[in-house]
């Protein structure tokens, strides 16, 4: 179990500096992004970046628990997909060009994947209790949306 526990931690670390690198990209192939872009993109990734840090703080202060309680994991199930979506979705905005959103979707992909093989190992490795925290914590990314 701990195995797995430290897999799904170190993937979303991995996942967190490469969304990190894209975003300086976007910045750098984007030096005068439109403002309204500019000013959506860093909204996103504060946001991103709140979720991500939010989520790793609580784990960090919980190491042996697997279902966390309180804070954002409360209202989502990947907190710390949330917030790696997000940031990648800030640099969507500020980079402003076809490659940002290719990027932008092969992360979005891998987010999707990684969250749904985490879905069903834990599924199949936990089962009741997973199920009951599955049915209390009911959105899997965006409180309210998804």
């Not at 936990?126 to 965006?142: D, P, Q, T, V």
Request: charged letters at 20%; aromatic letters at 18%; a positive charge.
């Amino acid at each position: 179990m701990q195995k797995l526990k430290l897999l799904v931690i170190k993937s979303k670390d991995f996942l967190f500096v490469f969304t990190i690198l894209s975003l300086i990209c976007s910045v750098l192939f984007n030096p005068k992004p439109d403002l309204v872009f500019a000013v959506l993109g860093f909204v996103f990734v504060v946001a991103g970046s709140f979720f991500y840090f939010s989520a790793r703080k609580l784990r960090k202060s919980n190491p042996k628990d697997f279902f966390l309680k309180g804070g954002v994991y409360e209202k989502v199930r990947y907190p710390e997909v949330t917030g790696v979506f997000l940031l990648c979705l800030g640099a969507v905005f500020i980079g402003e060009n076809f490659a940002s959103v290719l990027v932008g979707a092969f992360w979005t992909l891998v987010f999707l994947s990684i969250a749904e093989l985490e879905h069903q190992t834990l599924k199949s490795t936990l089962g009741k209790e997973y199920e009951s925290y599955f049915k209390r914590i009911k959105h899997r990314f965006i409180p309210g949306i998804i």
